[in-house]
């Protein structure tokens, strides 16, 4: 069946710094892979998304790339700020009309 | 354009009592979904809805909690009897049905704490 993994949290970084949070999946067929954000005491947000192998996701200075032969979809931000400390989570759709999520990687950006 | 728009966004109850939460999607989005988040669970996908149909609702965790969506703009969730366990925040997102893999999106969730 279809299942995301993505790094555990939480991650706590110094503002400005590089972030990675690694996201790889295993499915059938050629899902989507998307990134989604959850800001404190909100729903989940579309962050970024790709729908075919060797695309690249961006948004907000955030950006992830489809990575067929490592099945990876690594989220990168080259300077975070404080306003990015949310939760991240990596999900894919495959075959079907729902999306399989990760558990969500917690990021705290300190000033 | 209106989001996914959910209700209440905070519910307090005593156990034993009925809990109806309530979903309103995006317009011409065919497809709705009712999530359940917990800090020990994640993310959880309970039910989905085709069109108003109910196509996998493997999901629930029990007899105690049942899904309707009675026509396109409206859908309910329903808890009865609340048990301190089903404390969580329970997200409705809907989705246009353009292919497998299309955006989902999400209400601001319904937060519920039962006591």
């Known amino acids: 069946g279809n299942s995301v993994t993505q790094m555990e949290g939480p991650v706590t970084l110094s503002e400005e710094a590089f972030l990675t949070i690694n996201c790889t999946y295993t499915?059938?067929?050629?899902?989507?892979l998307f990134w989604y954000v959850q800001y404190p005491g909100e729903g989940l947000q579309l962050l970024l998304k790709?729908?075919?192998?060797?695309d690249k996701g961006s948004n907000k200075g955030f950006e992830a790339t489809y990575r067929k032969e490592t099945t990876s979809f690594h989220l990168e931000k080259g300077s975070v700020q404080v306003s990015d400390s949310a939760v991240y989570f990596c999900a894919l759709g495959a075959g079907s009309y729902q999306l399989t999520f990760g558990k969500g990687t917690k990021l705290s950006v300190i000033p | 354009d209106a989001g996914v728009i959910q209700s209440p966004r905070h519910e307090v109850t005593e156990m034993g009592q009925e809990v109806t939460l309530r979903c309103k999607p995006i317009?011409?989005?065919?497809?709705l979904f009712w999530y359940r988040q917990t800090m020990m669970r994640g993310l959880e996908l309970l039910i989905y809805?085709?069109?108003?149909?109910?196509?996998?609702d493997s999901g629930m965790p029990e007899d105690r909690f049942s899904a309707k969506m009675p026509n396109a703009s409206f859908s309910t969730l329903k808890i009865q009897p609340s048990e301190p366990r089903d404390s969580a925040v329970y997200f409705c997102?809907?989705?246009?049905?353009?292919?497998?893999?299309?955006?989902?999106?999400f209400g601001e969730g319904s937060w519920l704490t039962v006591v």
């Open positions: 790709a729908t075919k192998a060797d």
């Open positions: 809805f085709n069109n108003n149909v109910p196509i996998d």
């Open positions: 499915a059938t067929g050629y899902p989507s």
């Open positions: 317009s011409g989005h065919d497809y």
């Open positions: 997102a809907s989705s246009p049905a353009t292919r497998p893999g299309n955006t989902i999106y």
